[in-house]
């Protein structure tokens, strides 16, 4: 269960005001197709954290106990000095004439793989050997970040405070890095 709270928790924290709730907003939008929208990006939340799930589970049995806290340890600085970076807005897909299902699907996947919360959902599962709950976390996290944007469009972005959001979560992924980093080599 420590997987799936960790999951969760870290990768809500990872999406707020990051590229993907900008995209859920421009689908949102665009299309004005709700539950078409959210079961795209469902799907494609679900089948990217099932996949680091997947390469997190074959590289633990790979790895010792230092190396798997020094795993664990990366994505959450990876996570913190990225959310302290300026935000790129992503490809608005316009011209993708998928419909809102296929179109949310593709674009949030594409837009999710090799993001900072499939490292999280790695190094989670790296650390706790626990794929399912941490794929299963992470997709509740993204999606309960993403939810209120498709829902709730441009008010979410002035209601919300995500500056703030994004500074405050970047301190806290960077010092649980450190911390982490530091007993991984012994220091702490």
Do not use: H, Y
Not at 8 to 23: H, I, N, P, R
Not at 116 to 125: D, H, L, P, R, Y
Not at 132 to 141: F, P, R, T, V, Y
């Amino acid at each position: 269960m420590d997987a799936l709270l960790i999951a969760l928790l870290a990768s809500a924290f990872a999406e707020m005001g990051d590229k993907t709730q900008l995209l859920a907003l421009l689908l949102a939008v665009r299309f004005r197709s709700d539950g078409a929208v959210l079961a795209g990006i469902g799907v494609a939340t679900l089948l990217n954290c099932a996949l680091a799930a997947a390469g997190g589970w074959l590289i633990s049995s790979l790895i010792g106990t230092s190396a798997r806290t020094l795993f664990f340890a990366l994505p959450f600085l990876f996570a913190g000095a990225g959310m302290l970076l300026p935000l790129k807005p992503p490809n608005d897909v316009r011209g993708w004439r998928l419909g809102p299902f296929l179109t949310a699907f593709l674009a949030m996947f594409i837009l999710e793989f090799g993001d900072k919360s499939q490292f999280i959902v790695a190094g989670v599962t790296v650390r706790s050997a626990d794929p399912l709950w941490a794929a299963a976390g992470a997709s509740a996290g993204i999606f309960l970040a993403l939810s209120p944007v498709v829902l709730m469009r441009k008010q979410f972005f002035l209601d919300v405070p995500l500056a703030l959001i994004r500074r405050g979560a970047a301190i806290l992924f960077l010092t649980i890095g450190l911390i982490m980093t530091l007993s991984a080599l012994g220091l702490l």
